[in-house]
């Protein structure tokens, strides 16, 4: 980090701190699902905050929508200091939301010494078939196309909003995030140039991408890694520190191992894969990270064995960043995840969700067999490519005909960094054969609707336009 930047950054957390009243908020406070991935009753809810000091002495209270119910005390929130890894002081608390019924709204607020800091609403996680979420990547970059975004996601009301990776430019530093992730998403008025107080009140969920994790040189960026800071979600993944392989590995002196490791605690590495349930759909997000080996069998077995526990789930989506079918030039080698497609048919995945390549891209439901899979599990090439044969479902037409034969590849990347490939968007025959539809020239995000009919999918434009609907049934 430069010694403008930490500069800039130390300023802006004295200047919070200066005309805060008495709390000290270095971020106010957004919702997590934390390490609850099954539907449960009641449910819980995290919520996370940071702080330029401990001066303060905080309490939680939660209440039932209604504003004439009473507020009860959550158990003390905990808090870490992420001092040792940012050149500012900074300390992330967390507490726990608990005993919420599900699928109703709460309020809830943070006190410092016994006064209130900060009030907000949220929804507990809902457990009936009819739910909205949204989904985009590659949005934080500090740009107009992230602000709309964030602006459009805030107008849709979804349940949860789900990031395709890419989560913050360029390097996923704590330092980052809170120039280019908190305030937009976080943003106390809603609007086109500034963003949405979303994730105060609607939880967001996230795979890791690469500009999210592949900077972990805590030498060169101490402050590197902050999905696993800012990120409580469920630990019930297959990786542990345990292996060295498949998993984020650090590099950096001891002392620098050792702080990001007391301020991370169990998330790293176990958060970078998981899987949870949201009403009816279920959830497997992946590491697509280059250093994480898909052909492995243990790792093929954990997303079998997962994909299997929800075969009563109506609905199941895996999301991770890079997209195994797409057809932009950019990234066109990043097909590694293709080794996976055969266990996504096994289990009637509905949606293979993506980021990484900046634009809109749906393909036809595909089934796919790569190059040598009868001689048993397919080695990844070293250039990245799975070259092998797909079958194409071109009967469904998402409107008259909606029951695919095998999984959609969605790419969702278009949530606020530079477009890629728009050249290519009115040239149908620089396509792949596989893809469908290719919305390059606007920023965009994906919004779904879910019963037990349908999945009602709309790709909607950073100015509210709908560029592209389809349904599925099955
Ligand atoms: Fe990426």
New binding site residues.
Partial sequence: MSGFRRFSIAFTLMIAAASGAAADFATKPWLQLGDNPRLSTPETVQVLWQTSDTQNKWSVEVAKGDPSAPWRKCEAPASVPLAAITSFTLHLWTANLADLEPGKPFRYRLRADGKTAFEATGAARKHDSKTRFVAF??CGAETTGQQRIAYQASLLKPDYVFIT??IVYNYGLVSEYLRKYFPVYNADVAGPKSGAPLIRSTLFLAAP???DLLRADLNRSPDALGYYYYWSQPLNGPLTGDTTASITNLKGSDQAVAAFKAAAGSRWPRSANYSFDYGTVHWTVLDSNPYVDWSDRKLREWVDKDLESAKSAKWRIVAF??PPFQSSKA?QKDQWMRLLADIFEKHKVSVVLA???HNYQRSHPLRFVADGTTQGVVQRQKDGQVPGTWTLDKTFDGATHTKPEGPLYIVS?AGGAGLYNADQQPKPNTWQPFTVKYIADKHSLTVVDVSDEAFEFQQISDRGETLDTFKITR
């Fill in positions: 990547g590659d990776g890419d991408g690469n500009h960043h890079h990234h980021g990484h390549v990347g």
